[in-house]
């Protein structure tokens, strides 16, 4: 397993844009697909983006042409870029890894869109 630590958050005016990251301990970095997820208050934990070895990603609807994962492989780092940032972004942003059996979460970041 990897342990993930996530940073980056905060609070951001409508509009504004956030970039943030996660930083993997543990080997293999590179074999592991990477995720973001959140969970907004009173609500469940979502998909926003995942994106795996080869580089390809997937995101959530709801972010789409305003958010975008990447990694550097050799950072053992994956990122998430937000951009025109709304209101319904506010939520608790989660850092995963998967590889084969092996899932691990980060402890969580908080992002509050606010005027």
């Known amino acids: 397993q990897v342990q993930l630590v996530e940073s980056g958050g905060g609070l951001v005016q409508p509009g504004g844009s956030l970039r943030l990251s996660c930083a993997a301990s543990g080997r293999s970095f590179s074999l592991y697909t990477m995720g973001w997820y959140r969970q907004p208050p009173g609500k469940q934990r979502e998909l926003v983006a995942t994106?795996?070895?080869?580089?390809?990603?997937v995101y959530a609807d709801s972010v789409k042409g305003r958010f975008t994962i990447s990694r550097d492989n050799a950072k053992n780092t994956v990122y998430l870029q937000m951009n025109s940032l709304k209101p319904e972004d506010t939520a608790v942003y989660y850092c995963?890894?998967?590889?084969?059996?092996?899932?691990?979460w980060g402890q969580g970041t908080q992002v509050t869109v606010s005027s």
């Open positions: 995963n890894a998967r590889r084969l059996a092996s899932v691990s």
């Open positions: 994106i795996i070895p080869n580089g390809s990603t």
